[in-house]
């Protein structure tokens, strides 16, 4: 055994052997595997990020019993999808298009955004560690001005915020989770989705993409299997302790 010195003057002790060509080299655990390396976290925005669904729960229940009362439960029917389709599929009528659409603006406009207890901080570390981050929401850019006045660093957290704009398909459509890890020039398996609804779940699950779960609109149970892992909250939630959940899977 041999002691030698680090550029950080610290002590390591490890066997050395003479390599063939008489270089010499440190021997280390041949069964060791490399840590698990993330490149890019794809976070989902309302109901993962920030407080909003509830709000949103209201203003769509009020809006269904206006103009489609004949459908049940349709403010949660439609959670996590754009409102492309939510007009498509439940609203065709271009008139109720456009009181609905000057309705929501204006609902969205006073809505409170703030972020889930532990989330800022979590972005935070992530990018301590060269994690690139982004948003992907089915929110348009006309929403996102009216987070980005509460939320004024929005765009200094993340390096990328893919609104609905940036995609033709809704989810479940998992071409949004796609085009985050294109973008950042990620591999499937060096990402990792967070997500709460149903069909945001199903949009990071189809995509191959390692999906966490956030049971804020739904519960744990309702969740579990529509995921790879289920986080409970953001509070106390790492870099370290990310890389620890994706090596575990």
């Known amino acids: ?11 390591i002790e490890d066997e050395k052997t003479a ?3 008489g270089e010499l080299q440190v021997k280390g655990d041949r069964n060791a595997r490399p840590r698990k390396q993330i490149k890019a976290a794809l976070f989902d925005l309302d109901g993962t990020l920030v407080e909003t669904e509830d709000q949103y729960t209201v203003f769509w229940g009020t809006t269904a019993r206006k103009y489609r009362p004949d459908v049940p439960r349709l403010e949660y029917l439609i959670k996590g999808t754009t409102l492309t389709s939510i007009f498509a599929n439940y609203f065709p009528d271009p008139q109720w298009q456009e009181e609905i659409t000057r309705e929501l ?17 979590f972005i935070q570390d992530l990018k301590r560690n060269g994690v690139k981050c982004a ?17 004024p660093q929005l765009d200094d ?12 398909a809704s989810k479940p459509n998992p071409d949004c ?11 499937i398996d060096e990402c990792a989705v967070f997500e709460d609804a149903y069909t945001g779940l199903q949009a990071g699950m189809s995509s191959g993409i390692f999906t966490i779960g956030l049971p804020t609109g739904h519960t744990r149970e309702e969740i579990q299997d529509k995921c790879h892992y289920v986080l409970d909250s953001f509070e106390g939630m790492t870099y370290e302790r990310l890389v ?3 090596e575990q899977a």
């Not at 055994?1 to 002590?11: G, H, S, V, Y």
């Not at 992907?136 to 006309?142: E, G, N």
């Not at 957290?157 to 033709?168: K, P």
């Open 244 to 246: 620890e959940i994706l």
């Open 19 to 21: 390599a063939p060509w």
């Open 157 to 168: 957290l993340f390096d990328r915020i893919l609104t609905a704009e940036d995609f033709t």
């Open 1 to 11: 055994m041999a002691t030698f010195w680090t550029n950080k003057n610290e002590d």
């Open 105 to 121: 603006i204006a609902w969205e406009a006073q809505m409170r955004y703030e972020f889930y207890p532990g989330a800022l901080s």
């Open 135 to 151: 948003v992907v929401t089915s929110s348009d850019q006309t929403k996102l001005a009216s987070v980005r006045k509460q939320i």
């Open 177 to 187: 989770y796609l085009l985050g890890a294109r973008i950042f020039d990620a591999a």
